[in-house]
């Protein structure tokens, strides 16, 4: 079945940067884009940035652009997110995203926590 495993969140303080790791596994990686959304404490989920199946196009929203990349691995079914000069409104708990099929498919999500 469709796995997804966030991995890499933390405590960072304010201008500092982490990566943010999605291990894929249950179908084939390489022919689906992959999305990273977030949500931060009462409010609802967002989409922060997606990348196509082969890695040649990227979208984010606007609060992310210049600071966050998305980048994939096919050959290890990983998807990344590059977080730098983080503020604490990236503060969130950050979820990878598929959509196979006719179902949308949801890791268990790994924490944000940007503060000093």
């Known amino acids: 079945q469709v796995q997804l495993v966030e991995s890499g969140g933390g405590l960072v303080q304010p201008g500092g940067s982490l990566r943010l790791s999605c291990a894929a596994s249950?179908?084939?990686?390489?022919?689906?884009?992959m999305r990273w959304y977030r949500q931060a404490p009462g409010k609802e989920r967002e989409l922060v940035a997606g990348?196509?199946?082969?890695?040649?196009?990227?979208n984010y929203v606007d609060s992310v652009k210049g600071r966050f990349t998305i980048s994939r691995d096919n050959a290890k079914n990983t998807v990344y997110l590059q977080m730098n000069s983080l503020k604490p409104e990236d503060t969130a708990l950050y979820y990878c995203n598929v959509l196979w099929g006719n179902t949308s498919y949801w890791g268990q999500g790994t924490r944000v926590t940007v503060s000093s």
């Open positions: 249950g179908f084939t990686f390489s022919r689906y884009r």
């Open positions: 990348i196509a199946s082969t890695g040649g196009s990227t």
